[in-house]
């Protein structure tokens, strides 16, 4: 009869809902694979990849450029050793963690350009090698290029016999390096700071949510 369907259709959701759940519980990782991501999960996909092309840029640029100053620059037979082997040291250094910061970018950021915003991508197990490709290129790599700065203006000087001008240009650096130590622990704090604003702004309005949620009960309830 029509009252007795009306009975057994709670009944048989009732019934159906646990399974539905469970579903939910096991499979829905499974699930999210083949679909798109959160809104935060688009942003770390944005930024790792934006963090890959400025590294491969940067370390490109400043290899080349330490490279073509080893080769280029003249020397004498006046020019003290020491200086000859820090040169070489820096410079050996320099290019070695650019190299390496611009083979971690080469390798990833094609298989980055080629996926899709899916769930399933290589910057999440990858986060690791692409923060030591960011950090290799934009915090050693450049203040690397900068004592390399500092010991060309030396070597160079030494080998017109005006020495006196290498060292001020080199003690002119020394300053800049502190400078360039200082604004980026500062921009690092920053943006630290703004993500925890940004997530304790997210609870305030989840909090908030949820207290208008309970109040609106009673009045659902009366209804």
Not at 93 to 115: F, G, K, N, R
Not at 147 to 159: D, L, R
Request: hydrophobic letters at 45%.
């Amino acid at each position: 009869s029509p009252h007795q369907s009306h009975r057994l259709i709670p009944a048989f959701i009732e019934q159906r809902e646990p399974n539905y759940v469970n579903w939910k519980k096991h499979d829905l990782e499974d699930f999210r694979r083949f679909g798109d991501l959160t809104m935060n999960e688009k942003h770390d996909f944005h930024l790792s990849k934006a963090r890959l092309k400025a590294s491969s840029r940067t370390s490109a640029l400043l290899a080349g450029f330490a490279m073509i100053c080893l080769v280029e620059l003249q020397y004498t037979s006046d020019t003290p050793h020491y200086l000859l082997i820090v040169l070489g040291v820096v410079t050996a250094l320099l290019v070695s963690v650019h190299l390496l910061a611009l083979m971690i970018s080469t390798c990833i950021l094609p298989y980055m350009e080629a996926s899709s915003s899916s769930y399933d991508l290589p910057h999440i197990r990858l986060k690791f090698y692409i923060d030591i490709s960011w950090f290799f290129s934009t915090c050693i790599g450049l203040i690397l290029f900068l004592i390399e700065i500092g010991i060309i203006f030396i070597v160079k000087f030494q080998a017109v016999g005006f020495q006196r001008a290498g060292w001020i240009t080199t003690a002119i650096l020394i300053p800049v390096l502190f400078v360039f130590i200082t604004i980026s622990c500062f921009i690092h704090h920053s943006r630290n700071t703004h993500a925890i604003d940004r997530l304790e702004n997210k609870m305030i309005g989840l909090r908030n949510m949820l207290n208008k949620s309970d109040q609106n009960i009673p009045l659902i309830k009366t209804v």
